[in-house]
């Protein structure tokens, strides 16, 4: 597989299970939340980014998603520590 096929699987993924928890309200997250294309967009830049390197940063680029592209939106506690969960079985693909 590609580095860009890589790269679009994962960011499918990651929006996929993001807006798929909307779906069922309270059981989803605890906050309905706005996720936007900015954020997918941004999250994608941000893949684009790590991918070139040799070998993935996956701390830096869970943090980087989780905390500040779409962590900026998730206020509730609980629903950051899943959004942290999420992210870091992206790490074991």
Known sequence: MTGEKITFHLL???RFNFQERKKFGPLGWN????FNDSDRDCALLNLELFCTEDR????ALIYI???I???????DAID??????????YESI
């Open 80 to 89: 950051q520590r899943c959004l942290r969960t999420i992210l870091s079985r």
């Open 65 to 67: 998603t989780g905390e």
């Open 31 to 34: 906050i309905r939340y706005e």
């Open 69 to 75: 592209t779409y962590g900026g939106r998730v206020t």
């Open 56 to 59: 993935i940063p996956w701390d």
């Open 12 to 14: 499918f993924s990651m």
